[in-house]
Every structure is written in structure tokens, then in C-alpha cells.
């Protein structure tokens, strides 16, 4: 199949998570369009049920790839990944690259041998996380917790508001309140929102751990992905798509145009 130098990559998350991953996989390609949609309308999809999220996502992103016809498709979201990236990839005709926790490298990283899994409700609870426990983290214990408050806690970050830091301390001790969870030495962000506030999970922790995210090895994952098709001479502005505009979106300006995002539209 011919690419065109100019074809995007297209971005989706249910809110601005998402840009914790497209930050790596710009630096990789500097010169590549960005597309980078959030489903507003429907935010957040950490409190959706898995039959919702699997007929929502696969539309909308049909409907993406029509309007911009990127060259590969990025799920920035491990919710939406975890539940919905087999039926987007039967769906779609270009290449689809999904969000999974990193309980490998915390597996890897863990000295303690016990690890935390931080997500939204939706994702902790899934047999994927179940299977990928098993594989990497058969000696460990693994600790899992949800958190919709840290959800909303990026997303106000991003708006600029002030921020409560007992937010913070609540997802963590969810996790650290379980048993064994004093030892716990690495937290798997396993909802791409939380890198964006790693800074405040780590001023709240009460002693020093480690967190990991998968957004280096998307970037890597794109990279093999693209390798021999054209790209710009340049960077251009990239596009941030709403499937909602207002002023939650409009408050965001600042913040996406430091992620290269300078024009919003409406889907």
C-alpha cells in the first residue's frame, strides 16, 4: 500500500490521557501529522460498561479514519485497548496499535516482588490484566485498584485548574492499603491519564517507588510499524479532534498546543 508523506497518525482516547502516549512517539517522528481525537461526548469510559465501550469505539473510529485517512491508527487508551482493539482491528484496513498495561516491566523492575496496578474500574478488572499477572508476574503479588477521581484529576491539570492533592493519596493507598501493599515498589499506570500526573502520585507516596507506563514502547511499536514509508520535510501543526467542543475543550488550548495540537474540530 502507498503512503502519502503527508498521512497522518491518528490518536484516540476517551479524553486527553492519550497525549502521555503521543508525546514518545512525536519525539520519534517529529516530522509526522498528528490527529489526535477524544471522545468527549463520551468521557469517561472508565465507568462504561465493556458492551458500550466495544459498539462505541470501533464506530468512532470508523469515522475518523474516513475524515482523515491516516496511515496507522494508535489507541491511547488501556480501557478502550483492553476491551475494544480486536473489534476495531476487524473494523479498520490500516495497521491498529492498542494500549496494554506495563506489568512486564514492572515485573522486571520489582524488587520487593510486589507491584501496584493503577487504572480506571473497567481496565483493572479485565482477564487481560488477569493473563498478562500470570505470565510476568507469577512471583509477585499483584496489587490492583481503580480510580475515576484520578481520571478527572488530569484532566483538570490540563485545564489549568488548581489541584486537590488528596486525589492522589487516595489512588495510592487504594493500592497501598491492601494487603502486602506497604512493600509495594513499582506502580503499573495502566490508564494513559496518569503519567500526566505521575509528578502528584509521587509527591503523595509515602515512600519512593517506581512508575512505568507503555508509552516508549508504542512510540517504538509506530516506528517498526512506518519504517520505510515517507514522511514531511517538516513539522506541521497537528489536530485535535472532539467528538464534544466546550469550554472544558476550549480551556485545553494552552495545554494541546504545547503537544503540537493547534486547531480543534468538531467530529
Request: proline fraction near 8%; include cysteine; aromatic fraction near 6%.
Amino acid at each position: 500500500m502507498t503512503v502519502a508523506p503527508d498521512a497522518p497518525i491518528l490518536f484516540f482516547d476517551s479524553g486527553v490521557g492519550g497525549l502521555s502516549i503521543l508525546a514518545p512517539a512525536r519525539a520519534a517522528l517529529p516530522t509526522a501529522r498528528i490527529v489526535y481525537a477524544a471522545d468527549s461526548a463520551g468521557f469517561p469510559y472508565g465507568t462504561k460498561s465493556e458492551a458500550e465501550i466495544a459498539a462505541r469505539v470501533p464506530a468512532l473510529l470508523g469515522r475518523l479514519v474516513e475524515r482523515y485517512r491516516p496511515r496507522l491508527a494508535v489507541i491511547a487508551c488501556n480501557t478502550a485497548s483492553t476491551i475494544a482493539l480486536q473489534h476495531v482491528r476487524a473494523a479498520l484496513d490500516i495497521p491498529v496499535v492498542g494500549t496494554v498495561p506495563a506489568i512486564k516491566p514492572a515485573a522486571l523492575l520489582s524488587k520487593s516482588r510486589v507491584f501496584g496496578v493503577l487504572g480506571t474500574d473497567a481496565t483493572v478488572r479485565q482477564p487481560y490484566v488477569d493473563r498478562l499477572a500470570a505470565e510476568h508476574g507469577a512471583d509477585c503479588i499483584v496489587l490492583r485498584h481503580g480510580s475515576a477521581a484520578l481520571v478527572q484529576l488530569a484532566e483538570a491539570k490540563l485545564r489549568g485548574e488548581p489541584l486537590d492533592p488528596q486525589v492522589a493519596r487516595d489512588a495510592l493507598h487504594g493500592l497501598i492499603d491492601q494487603p502486602g501493599g506497604d512493600r509495594m515498589d513499582m506502580v503499573v499506570l495502566a490508564c494513559t491519564h496518569f503519567p500526566l500526573v505521575e509528578q502528584e502520585l509521587a509527591a503523595a507516596a509515602p515512600h519512593p517507588m517506581g512508575f512505568v507506563h507503555g508509552g516508549e514502547g508504542i512510540a517504538r511499536r509506530i516506528q517498526y510499524l512506518t519504517q520505510g514509508q515517507p514522511w514531511p520535510d517538516a513539522p506541521a501543526p497537528g489536530i485535535a479532534v472532539f467528538t464534544r467542543v466546550d469550554e472544558k475543550q476550549e480551556a485545553l488550548r494552552p495545554a494541546l498546543a504545547s503537544y503540537g495540537l493547534d486547531r480543534i474540530d468538531a467530529l
